[in-house]
C-alpha cells in the first residue's frame, strides 16, 4: 500500500513537472513570435518611410515636357526672369550655392512682379504652368546643398527655355547641351555668353558641352 501511494506522489510529480515546463516553453515561444512580428512590423514601416521620401524628392525635380511655339519677339518684360535665371547658372558654375541661391531668391522675385496683363488667355494658361513649376525649384535652390542646387537647376532650365520659347527675349542667349548631366541623359541650359562654363559640374568639367543654339 505504501508503495502504492509512493508511485501514485511520484507520478503526479512528474505531470505537474511537465505541465510547468510545457507552459514555460509555449510562453517563450508566444515571446519570441511577438517580438519577431515587432521587428518586421519596425523593418516594414522604416521601408515605407524611406520609399515615401524617395518618392516626394523625385516628384520636385520632375521635368516638365510641353510643346510650344517658338515666339521670335524681342520681349523685354521676360528680362528680370532671364538675369536671375542666369545668375543662378553662374553661381553653380563657379561652385558657389550661396550665389546661385542668391539667383533663386531674384527669380522667386521676378515671377512674383512679372505683368500677365497683355498675355491672351492660352499664353496666361501655359505661363502660369511654366511659372508654378519654375518657382517651386527656384524655392528649392534658395535652400538645398550645391548638389541638390544642380538637380532643380536642371528642370529649371526646361521651364525657363519654355518661358523663352513661349514669351520671346529682347536678349541674345546660348542654348547649350551637356552630354554627361543627369546621369549621362544630357540636360540643356541657356547662358548669356558663346563660351560653354558647366553650371551642372562647375570646375570638375566647366568645358565640358556644345552650344546647340542661339537666341537672337
Not at 532643380?152 to 523663352?164: E, G, K, R, W
Request: proline share 1%.
Amino acid at each position: 500500500m505504501k508503495n502504492l501511494k509512493l508511485n501514485t506522489g511520484i507520478i503526479v510529480a512528474i505531470l505537474i513537472l511537465s505541465i510547468a515546463i510545457s507552459c514555460k516553453d509555449s510562453k517563450k515561444e508566444s515571446k519570441n513570435h511577438k517580438k519577431h512580428q515587432t521587428e518586421m512590423k519596425g523593418e516594414a514601416h522604416s521601408m515605407m518611410k524611406h520609399n515615401n521620401t524617395d518618392g516626394h524628392h523625385k516628384k520636385s525635380i520632375k521635368k516638365e515636357v510641353r510643346t510650344i511655339e517658338v515666339n521670335n519677339q524681342k520681349n523685354i518684360t521676360t528680362a528680370l526672369i532671364i538675369e536671375a535665371y542666369i545668375e543662378i547658372k553662374n553661381g553653380l558654375a563657379s561652385d558657389n550655392k550661396e550665389n546661385a541661391a542668391k539667383g533663386g531668391t531674384a527669380l522667386v522675385e521676378a515671377f512674383s512682379v512679372f505683368d500677365m496683363a497683355k498675355l491672351s488667355t492660352e499664353t496666361h494658361k501655359e505661363y502660369m504652368e511654366i511659372m508654378e513649376s519654375a518657382k517651386e525649384h527656384a524655392e528649392h535652390i534658395v535652400k538645398s546643398d550645391i548638389k541638390h542646387q544642380r538637380e532643380h537647376f536642371l528642370a529649371l532650365s526646361t521651364d525657363i527655355i519654355d518661358l523663352v520659347n513661349l514669351l520671346g527675349t529682347e536678349k541674345t542667349l546660348y542654348k547649350d547641351y551637356c552630354p554627361m548631366a543627369n546621369n549621362n541623359k544630357g540636360g540643356y541650359w541657356l547662358s548669356e555668353i558663346k563660351d560653354i562654363k558647366n553650371p551642372y559640374y562647375g570646375a570638375r568639367m566647366l568645358k565640358c558641352g556644345s552650344v546647340k543654339k542661339q537666341i537672337n
